[in-house]
């Protein structure tokens, strides 16, 4: 993305040859975000019914769900882009699994 055309636009994350380079935002202020995902999973009823009741045969389905929706949603110990910086992050909420018609 180039600023040729515009000179009074300065992106912060682009170089002067517009190339994107890391900017360091550790003097900004503290500010709370939040994110959120869905998603739907539908299955067959008596599938569903077997997950509801704990009887499948691989075991608690919506307890690995949720333990798997914490742990994906936790920052990497090993930053997947090696310039990212690090974000506090404060907690992971995950509800709501089975519904009457699907997992969601």
Known sequence: MSTANNPDLHLTHLDEQGNAKMVDVGDKDVTSREAVA?????????????????????????????????????????????????????GTHIDDIAQDSALV
């Open 38 to 90: 869905r998603g739907h999973v539908s299955v067959q009823p008596e599938t569903l019914r077997l997950i509801k009741e704990g009887l499948m045969k691989k075991g608690d389905v919506l307890t690995i769900a949720q333990l798997a929706g914490s742990v994906f949603t936790h920052p990497p110990k090993r930053p997947v882009c090696p310039d990212k910086q690090a974000i506090p992050f404060t």
